[in-house]
């Protein structure tokens, strides 16, 4: 079997190991071995290239704003700034025909920005907002896909782990994809809004108005509201502010970040020691799992290089004879099925550096293209067979 023949068949393989429930990590470490044995008919240089590889990854100063995010993300969750934010947005809202759901999505992209991950945002909105929009008289199904989808924001409004990942595979800044994803993450909120307005009018049965008991709020009230989220804000616009301005890099940015999210968490006085017990454990957990996954995709890509998976990819874009625009459209395509089943660790540590030499040479802004992938990339959140944010939700 030649080597473009076993690139060919590396990604069947891996979509098999992991549809048998094999771990992703160690679906993608096994591959790797596979085909190291292929290649060299022994195990010991793949072996010294995973010492390397392992040394390399948790040595990456770059990728310690993972734990420190996840952190931030944490104290966040179990200080109470989520359901802070989810009662300020039901205020100025929530009185509104769909009010409830809008201020749900409303407060998964102000959880996201403090938060940095899908899964975590959308779980834990799901657990203040679901409740809420049952009680309301919210349809199972618009109340579980507005949650869903909101939980998506995590992903793309920064500061997001996602992003981190993709500067570091494709040798960017991980400031200019912050800059470039803010804009189209509240955007894609605001549309989120405008759906959910539309189904209202069109379905009122998945859609209903407020009780009739429900009283719309003083402007005092809504006062009170919008004082509670200032300190939320506030830690925002410090830990992204200090980044955009260059007054201190992302490291050091998530570092405030979760120095402040543990400040305002003992302000709401969650800060138990069974609180900081929990912080950790779930912090540890989260982070050895995305280090795993790492590990795991740096060593199937690396065999995958050895084995000519690159040169089969580029020369398949090669032989399309698209231009830029449908090159983009093309491997955007590529991604979105990726997605129904991918994890987004996987086209980014896997896919994504071997697509970026393509788009590279085709004189496309890498920045630009990375926010698309991002966009494309909040999709595999939701579509089966492999939609993360369903399971947490069903959960």
């Known amino acids: 079997m030649t ?52 040394y390399s990854t948790f040595s990456n100063y770059s990728l ?30 929530g009185h509104r025909k769909g009010g409830v759901a809008m201020a749900a999505v409303g407060a998964c992209a ?51 782990i996602m992003l981190v990942l993709m500067a570091d595979q494709v040798s960017v800044s991980v400031g200019d994809l912050f800059m470039g994803a803010l804009i189209p993450g509240l955007l894609l909120g605001v549309l989120y809004m405008v759906f959910i307005v539309v189904v209202g009018f069109v379905r009122p049965d998945l859609v209903p108005p407020r009780p009739a008991d429900a009283e719309k709020l003083t402007v005092r009230q809504v006062g009170v509201a919008f004082l509670s989220t ?33 400040l305002l968490a003992a302000a709401n006085r969650r800060l138990t020691w069974q609180v900081i017990r929990q912080v950790g454990i779930d912090t540890t957990i989260t982070t050895c799992f995305i280090f795993a996954i790492f590990i795991g995709a740096t060593v199937f890509a ?22 830029p625009t449908g090159l983009v459209m093309l ?3 590529v991604v979105f099925v990726a997605g129904f089943f991918l994890d987004w660790f996987e086209i980014v540590l896997i896919i994504l550096p071997l697509l970026a030499p393509v788009i590279k040479l085709s004189g496309i802004d890498m920045t630009w293209f990375l926010i698309l992938v991002a966009l494309m990339l909040q999709t595999s959140f939701l579509t089966p ?6 399971f947490y939700l069903k959960g």
Not at 14 to 24: G, K, Y
Not at 231 to 258: D, K, Q, R
Not at 302 to 323: A, H, N, P, S
Request: glycine fraction near 16%; charge should be neutral.
């Open 64 to 93: 310690s704003v993972i734990p420190l995010f996840l952190l931030m993300g944490q104290f966040a969750a179990l200080g109470g700034l989520s359901q802070a934010l989810f009662k300020a947005a039901e205020a100025w809202i």
């Open 3 to 54: 080597g473009l023949e076993l690139a060919a068949w590396s990604f069947p393989v891996l979509l098999l190991l992991i549809f048998i429930r094999v771990p992703i990590g160690l679906a993608m470490l096994l591959c790797g071995l596979g085909g190291a044995w292929a290649i060299y008919g022994s195990y010991v240089p793949i072996f010294n290239q995973l010492k390397q590889v392992t």
């Open 385 to 390: 067979p492999v939609g993360f944010s369903l």
């Open 331 to 333: 491997v955007l395509g």
């Open 110 to 160: 102000g959880f996201g920005a403090i938060c940095g991950s899908s899964l975590a945002t959308a779980a834990t909105m799901g657990q203040v907002a679901l409740p809420e929009l049952k009680r309301a008289g919210y349809a199972g199904g618009i109340s579980t896909a507005t949650l869903a989808a909101g939980g998506t924001l995590g992903i793309l409004i920064p500061p997001s």
């Open 230 to 262: 200032l300190p939320t804000f506030g830690l925002i616009l410090v830990v992204l502010g200090s980044i955009f301005f260059g007054i201190a890099t992302p490291t050091e940015a998530s570092g405030l970040g979760a120095f402040g999210a543990m």
């Open 302 to 323: 690396y065999v995958l290089r050895m084995i000519g998976g690159d040169e089969l990819i580029t020369e398949f874009f090669k032989g399309t004879g698209l231009g």
